[in-house]
């Protein structure tokens, strides 16, 4: 079974941009997580979609935005992109919304380099 | 929230057993334990969880404290693609959102 895909895997954009970036999650997972981690805040929560719903978002300003699809993948954007929005962002597939009894699996990342 | 707390880093002989603690004395009683690792430039990869009782798998074994305020993942013989960042987290379920602290970063000796 194919692994949690994401798209593009690098990327460099300049400020005030905006940016998109998807996840493929694992066939027949719905449920779709996103992250950003830096070396100086770690591995920060986004959001969590569940069957094309928003279930949880973290502390994150509005410029960051997200949604799923029917077939279960995501699409996360970033507008007005800053200089600190420069991180990996992953992404995390997990079978149902219950990340407490159920593992997720994480995507590689996608690495956003913003000058 | 429930927190963790981790060591920063440990070091372990490669082909010895590892025992990675975590502390977690404000967990509610239906929180699972969950562990992932993080090796250099990749994703977070899933270890192992449980709930109350001593779980094994292909990759650990989770032993919880019997008041589950503690676990310790062991990892029985470390090798060198072992080294790695090792997350103990408490994920919820609901509207809470989950967070990964600092972990702990193990380096293997060979």
């Known amino acids: 079974k194919a692994g949690v895909t994401q798209t593009p895997r690098y990327l460099i954009k300049t400020r005030g941009q905006q940016v998109t970036l998807s996840c493929s999650p694992i066939?027949?997972?719905?449920?779709v997580s996103w992250y950003q981690q830096t070396p100086g805040q770690g591995l920060q929560f986004l959001f969590e979609?569940?069957?094309?719903?928003?279930?949880n978002k973290g502390n994150f300003p509005g410029r960051f935005s997200g949604r799923q699809f029917s077939n279960s993948r995501s699409e996360m954007n970033v507008s007005t992109l800053e200089l600190g929005d420069s991180a990996l962002y992953l992404c995390?597939?997990?079978?149902?919304?219950?990340?407490?009894?159920?593992?997720?699996?994480f995507g590689p990342g996608t690495r956003l380099t913003v000058t | 929230d429930a927190k963790t707390t981790q060591p920063n880093s440990m070091e372990s002989n490669e082909e010895e057993p590892v025992h990675l603690p975590c502390n977690h004395s404000t967990i509610s009683g239906t929180d699972y334990i969950h562990w992932y690792r993080q090796l250099p430039s990749q994703g977070p990869e899933y270890v192992i969880h449980?709930?109350?009782s001593n779980v094994n798998n292909r990759m650990a074994s989770l032993a919880i404290a019997e008041d589950r305020k503690s676990s310790t993942l062991i990892l029985h013989r470390a090798t060198l693609r072992d080294a790695a960042v090792y997350y103990c987290i408490l994920p919820y379920f609901g509207n809470e959102k989950l967070t990964f602290g600092t972990g702990t970063r193990l380096t293997i000796i060979p």
């Open positions: 995390a597939s997990s079978h149902l919304f219950d990340r407490n009894r159920y593992e997720q699996y």
């Open positions: 066939s027949g997972h719905r449920s």
């Open positions: 979609y569940f069957s094309e719903t928003q279930r």
């Open positions: 449980g709930l109350t």
